[in-house]
Nanobody, 128 residues
Framework: QVQLVESGGGSVQAGGSLRLSCAASGYTFSRACMGWFRQAPGKGREGVATIYTGGDSTYYADSVKGRFTISQDNSKNTLYLQMNNLKPEDTAMYYC?????????????????????WGQGTQVTVSS
């Protein structure tokens, strides 16, 4: 059974940084699409950053390119999202998601429907 547990959210001022973590279990961590998605109040869920854990394939939303970095530690079965230069519009609930044994790494993009397993989310609030 796939389990994803996020941590690291919090409240920061604009320009600040946070690092989110997602501890994964129940599947082969190194053969999956994993990603971070977010949902702001009154808005739909959107892709932020995704990665193929078996190699160097990453995808970023245009709104976070140059500010956010997705990474992984296969020895700890953990996914990270380093968020720098945070803006008030980054305020949202952030979710970790996984697509286990994808058909190919090209499936590890920002398409939400590809991801079948989800964590409970961690709140990020950025004040101006």
């Amino acid at each position: 059974q796939v389990q994803l547990v996020e941590s690291g959210g919090g409240s920061v001022q604009a320009g600040g940084s946070l690092r989110l973590s997602c501890a994964a279990s129940g599947y082969t961590f190194s053969r999956a699409c994993m990603g971070w998605f977010r949902q702001a109040p009154g808005k739909g869920r959107e892709g932020v950053a995704t990665i193929y854990t078996g190699g160097d394939s990453t995808y970023y939303a245009d709104s976070v390119k140059g500010r956010f970095t997705i990474s992984q530690d296969n020895s700890k079965n953990t996914l990270y999202l380093q968020m720098n230069n945070l803006k008030p519009e980054d305020t949202a609930m952030y979710y970790c998601a996984a697509f286990v044994f994808p058909y190919s790494r090209s499936w590890c993009n920002l398409v939400i429907s590809h991801y079948k397993s989800w964590g409970q989310g961690t709140q990020v609030t950025v004040s101006s």
